[in-house]
């Protein structure tokens, strides 16, 4: 991310998978700041009947065992039957919101991780730019997407029915 030193604002973001390959980039450019539009035009109104949170509200549950998630959940997880070897199950959690309910389980072997999230949406999962531009593999005859994170890790994705599967951590990708 490029900053402009006197506005703080972005002038440029990129995005390189774990080859240093370009993945994404963005620039912006022309922008005016302080332009004089008047400060009401940035007044926010509770729209009536609205519901106010506060981000108290949003705290991630607590990571608990496949048993009492399973129990949360309206849908059948999906558990792996083979992990990598010296990996355990270190904890899952259940996250609900107005569109989709998300399940995600943590596995640790030392200090290396990764962790598979499944996103049950009432629609068929969204894609996004990064994995709509990342490699294709074929996961036991299903297409998904695989990608290269920063650093050391690899970001694996794929849809089954109504369910996005994710794997993302320090994994070598095969």
Do not use: H
Request: proline letters at 5%.
């Amino acid at each position: 991310v490029w900053i402009d030193k006197e506005t703080w604002m972005p002038l440029k973001m990129e995005m390189k998978d774990g080859d240093g390959n370009p993945i994404y980039s963005a620039e912006y450019r022309n922008f005016q700041i302080n332009t004089g539009i008047p400060d009401e035009e940035f007044k926010f109104e509770i729209p009536e009947g609205a519901e106010i949170r506060t981000m108290d509200e949003f705290v991630l549950p607590e990571r608990t065992t496949l048993k009492d998630v399973q129990e949360k959940t309206a849908f059948d997880i999906l558990v792996p039957s083979n992990l990598p070897e010296g990996y355990e199950f270190k904890g899952a959690m259940v996250i609900e919101n107005d569109v989709s309910e998300i399940v995600s389980m943590s596995y640790k072997n030392d200090d290396i991780f990764f962790e598979i999230t499944e996103v049950v949406c009432e629609s068929e999962p969204q894609g996004s730019p990064l994995i709509d531009s990342a490699e294709s593999v074929s996961i036991n005859g299903i297409d998904g997407k695989v990608i290269s994170l920063s650093g050391d890790g690899n970001m694996l994705q794929w849809n089954l029915d109504n369910i996005q599967i994710t794997i993302v951590g320090s994994l070598d990708k095969e």
